[in-house]
Nanobody, 126 residues
Framework: QVQLVQSGGGSVQAGGSLRLSCAAS????????MGWFRQAPGKEREGVAF????????YYSDPVKGRFTISQDNAGNTMYLQMNSLKPEDTAMYYC???????????????????WGQGIQVTVSS
């Protein structure tokens, strides 16, 4: 049974940094995608950072590009989202997600992610 357990959220002032962690257990796939999503109140869940183990590719949404970094530890058990230069508009519930396999050169859609973390709040004050 796959479980993703998140940690590392909290409150920070604008310009500060936070690192989110997502520890995976029961995950035995060698080829998979990782993603970080966020959802602000009244808004749809949006993807912000993605990692493809099929070629070690990364992708970032425009609002976070240059400020956020997605990574994983050497064992592939934990993925991270390093968030720097945080802005009030980054305030949201953040979710990690993963899905196994190969999507033929495209990034999986949000609904194609099979496993999700429990979500963690990030609040950035001005």
């Amino acid at each position: 049974q796959v479980q993703l357990v998140q940690s590392g959220g909290g409150s920070v002032q604008a310009g500060g940094s936070l690192r989110l962690s997502c520890a995976a257990s029961g995950y035995t796939y060698s080829r998979y995608y990782m993603g970080w999503f966020r959802q602000a109140p009244g808004k749809e869940r949006e993807g912000v950072a993605f990692f493809d183990t099929n070629g070690n590719y990364t992708y970032y949404s425009d609002p976070v590009k240059g400020r956020f970094t997605i990574s994983q530890d050497n064992a592939g058990n934990t993925m991270y989202l390093q968030m720097n230069s945080l802005k009030p508009e980054d305030t949201a519930m953040y979710y990690c997600a993963t899905t196994p396999g190969w999507y033929g050169g495209r990034w999986p859609l949000k609904q194609e992610y099979n496993y999700w973390g429990q979500g963690i709040q990030v609040t950035v004050s001005s």
